[in-house]
């Protein structure tokens, strides 16, 4: 959008940068798929397409099953999607700030559109810092409410703003996702991890150039990787903030 609220402008891009990054994937001469695609090659099912590219939108804003959704379709662009139910559901309560959303009836409109639906939790809370109950209910709670909503199996995830432990990715495996996707501002590959596949967030301050590097795999590392000495020091004291204050939003 044009002019987004504050707290999600630096996560948002305008309809014509949008535009523009959307022509340079489909000119790259990439084949794009959805994480099913990218899930059976970790799982070692099906090898991936030649020069595979995964589009995924995160939350649910409103824009997604209209603008967003025509702009891929137009350029037969499949994507995923990971909604948050909490903020789409009538009556609901999630974490995110003020704007404009949509519904949870408009799911359904998505995948006609074609973009794999995902869970995004229930609230959009830091998971690494939650207590294992509620944990759970974040995971279980947003996989069925998409599953009832969808009358099929939900079997993926996104972590809220990429937070994620080895308690949290062991939890969302006995939970039943196939897989979860972090952040991890990297570059994935077929060695990638199941349950923290690496993306990339596109910012405002991204070019088309910069889209088209990451396309020709350069600008970004390669993941797997090991966590570095600051994203643990960042972790430990999120959670020590979350004693004190309880849950709050990953963003």
Known sequence: MDEPPHWIAEFTVTPRQFAAQMDAIADSGRTPLTISALADRLAGRAPLPPRPVLLTFDDGFADLPGPTAHA?????????????????????????????????????ELECHGMEIGSHTVTHAQLDTLSDRALTDELRVSKTVLEDALGRPVRHLA?????????????????????????????????????RIARLIVRRTHTVADVRGWLAGEGARIAPYRDGPKTVAWRWYRRGRAVVRGPEFAG
Do not use: C, F, K
């Open 159 to 195: 972590y809220p703003h990429g937070y994620n432990s080895a308690r949290v990715r062991s939890r969302s495996a006995r939970i039943g996702y196939e897989t979860a996707t972090a952040v991890r501002h990297a570059l994935s590959s077929d060695r990638d991890e199941r349950y």
């Open 72 to 108: 891929l379709a137009e350029r037969a662009l499949p994507a995923t999607a990971y909604l948050t139910t909490g903020a789409i559901t009538p009556g609901g309560h999630s974490l995110l700030p003020p704007a404009p959303m949509m519904t949870l009836a408009q799911a359904a």
